[in-house]
């Protein structure tokens, strides 16, 4: 069964109206991706409007004449099924449709698998990401270690101020007020080679102090904490090393994209801004 099957995609006869409503079909219980007529016009769930037709389009991102099957291949379907019916029960709108961001992730661990260290979430909640990782790669064969950071309660905000402070206690309030510490331990528990570090960033790094990093994934929410991290952690990425930024691309979080701007020329590296709206580095020698 394809991933298009799965989420309840299909190919739709032309609208009668210029603009579709809405191009996020539900599957039962939940909005995903949707394929769309050629003569279709499409309006994403976010609002965002695309003036040309468009054949795959969520998560704020319109796509026509893409190659599309990893939507249909056995390893990725597999692993997003997984994925989503380990996790949508703690989204309150169900599984975020991030199709083509984990694709992006599963990729970048693909290739960090060649360069030397563990492996770093920065910013977990439940583990969508990180379990992705794991299920594409078959995490608990490979001779390598895996770390996540997060409070599992939310984001701390004490320490920060003025316009992160008010989207961080937003995000508190609307994603992040329970504690999902258990969820995480329960998603991961069949990867022994997985490790969950409850705590504040960049305190609990110390748990990987002198470990080279392959790859990272951050996604704190937060340019002051994102930048305390990467900054205790630059020095120990291997060369081939991989960061995806997961918060850089999107208009709202600004403050982040210009932290890692910043970041970036400090150390003479690019950061690759993707559609989806992750960035991403790659360690040179």
Known sequence: MGLRTFLGLKRTAPAKQP???NVTLAAPEKPSARILSKKEFARTESGDKFLFPVE??????????????????????AMWTHVSEANAPYWKRGMPQVQWRILTLVTAAQQATLADGIFVDCGVYTGSFALAVCRYLDFEKLDRSYFLFDTFTGIPTDSIEGDELLAAERMNQSHYAADVYEVAKRNFAAYPNVHLVPGRLPDTLGAIEGHRIAYMSVDLNSATYEMQVIERLWP?????????????GFKKRSQQYEAWNRFAASVGHPIFLLPTGQGMMVRGR
Request: aromatic share 10%.
């Open 19 to 21: 603009v579709a409503e």
């Open 236 to 248: 120990q990425m291997s060369p081939g090393g991989v960061i995806v930024l997961d918060d850089y």
């Open 56 to 77: 795959f389009a969520t998560d704020g991102l319109g796509v026509n004449n893409r190659n599309l099957s990893f939507l249909d291949d056995p390893r990725f379907v």
